[in-house]
């Protein structure tokens, strides 16, 4: 079992910025790929951001690429999402999920754990 635990979300203004954070446990975190996604109201949940569990590889959603980065820190089993100029089409409970090592998770059927998530608000 991996337990994953988001961090870091809140209200922010159009063109701010927000740092989520990732905590996970349970397993050896380095064998993990990780990625974001998100849920907005009535919204089914979408793919944001993804990385390999070497760090080595990135791939974000087109609605987010240039403003978000996802990156991970193995030594302290973190993974992390950079939102700058966010919009609020932004708005969303963003969850951080755990894969199989050497794939990419672009998609909710390559999750094997999710945290409970972490509200995003963007006003307009």
């Known amino acids: 079992q991996v337990q994953l635990v988001e961090s870091g979300g809140g209200l922010v203004q159009a063109g701010g910025s927000l740092r989520l954070s990732c905590a996970a446990s349970?397993?050896?975190?380095?064998?993990?790929?990780m990625g974001w996604f998100r849920q907005a109201p009535g919204k089914e949940r979408e793919f944001v951001a993804a990385?390999?569990?070497?760090?080595?590889?990135?791939f974000y959603a087109d609605a987010v690429k240039g403003r978000f980065t996802i990156s991970r820190d193995n030594a302290k089993n973190m993974v992390y999402l950079q939102m700058n100029n966010l919009q609020p089409e932004d708005t969303a409970v963003y969850y951080c999920?755990?894969?199989?090592?050497?794939?990419?998770?672009?998609?909710?059927?390559?999750?094997?754990?999710w945290g409970k998530g972490t509200l995003v608000t963007v006003p307009s």
């Open positions: 349970g397993r050896t975190f380095s064998n993990y790929a």
């Open positions: 999920a755990a894969g199989p090592a050497g794939t990419m998770i672009t998609n909710y059927y390559g999750v094997n754990y």
């Open positions: 990385i390999k569990n070497s760090g080595s590889s990135t």
